[in-house]
Nanobody, 122 residues
Framework: VQLLESGGGSVESGGSLRLACAIS????????MGWFRQESEKREAIALV??????SYADAVRGRFTISQENGKTSLYLQMNSLKPEDSNTYYC??????????????????WGQGAQVAVSS
């Protein structure tokens, strides 16, 4: 399974960006999928969708970011609105064989993209 992010860039505070993750390989069997960003020395989950389609968000982005899937499990998106300078980070697309996102996040997803840079200026 390969994941490739696109859509990062620079935007002013209050602006919007949409990240995309193209997933290739044996994507039909994937379970939990989501977006992470680097916080200190750890990648933190900010938006997740489990194997049943249930979504969850980190408090820092809830109400501003929206995760979605299209084309089955071959495309994952993160719509980011009302961006703040503190959202500046490297964003990673991730996926796991486990349908349960709690287990997946604790253990760490199996598949990762290379990361997409987002810069928000004040």
């Amino acid at each position: 399974v390969q994941l490739l992010e696109s859509g990062g860039g620079s935007v002013e505070s209050g602006g919007s960006l949409r990240l995309a993750c193209a997933i290739s390989g044996y994507s039909d069997n994937l379970g939990c999928m989501g977006w992470f960003r680097q916080e200190s020395e750890k990648r933190e989950a900010i938006a997740l969708v489990d194997g049943d389609g249930r979504v969850s968000y980190a408090d820092a982005v809830r109400g501003r970011f929206t995760i979605s899937q299209e084309n089955g499990k071959t495309s994952l998106y993160l719509q980011m609105n009302s961006l703040k300078p503190e959202d500046s980070n490297t964003y990673y697309c991730a996926a796991d064989d486990d349908v349960n996102c709690v287990r997946s996040v604790v253990r760490g997803p199996k598949y990762w993209g290379q990361g997409a840079q987002v810069a928000v200026s004040s």
